[in-house]
Nanobody
Framework: QVQLVESGGGSVQAGGSLKLSCAVSGTRDSSMVMGWFRQAPGKEREGVAVVDRYHSTRYADSVEGRFTISQDNARTALYLQMDSLKPEDTAMYYC???????????????WGQGTQVTVSS
């Protein structure tokens, strides 16, 4: 089992920045892919960014160039630096762990409880 606990969410004005953190614990497979996902009210959960054990990354087109995913070498902490935030980035953000280097939520088995990000115009 993998436990994931997110933190760092909050309210910010458009153009601002936030950094989300995810504490990772429990029994982990070194080949696991870690990722950030988000879900806005009335919308489906979508992939934001993923990172593998080699620190290779993949981003959704909507956040490319504005968000940066990273992890510590021990893979006990996952981060999402969010810059140039837009109102459409408002959502609940989730940390997740899985085995495929894809942005689709269905491939991720372990999920945190989420942290809310609200961007005002």
């Amino acid at each position: 089992q993998v436990q994931l606990v997110e933190s760092g969410g909050g309210s910010v004005q458009a153009g601002g920045s936030l950094k989300l953190s995810c504490a990772v614990s429990g029994t982990r497979d070194s080949s696991m892919v870690m990722g950030w996902f988000r879900q806005a009210p009335g919308k489906e959960r979508e992939g934001v960014a993923v990172v593998d054990r080699y620190h290779s990354t993949r981003y959704a087109d909507s956040v490319e160039g504005r968000f940066t995913i990273s992890q510590d070498n021990a893979r006990t902490a996952l981060y999402l630096q969010m810059d140039s935030l837009k109102p459409e980035d408002t959502a609940m953000y989730y940390c997740a762990a899985g085995w495929l280097f894809l942005l689709e939520p269905k491939w991720f088995s372990y999920w945190g409880q989420g942290t809310q990000v609200t961007v005002s115009s």
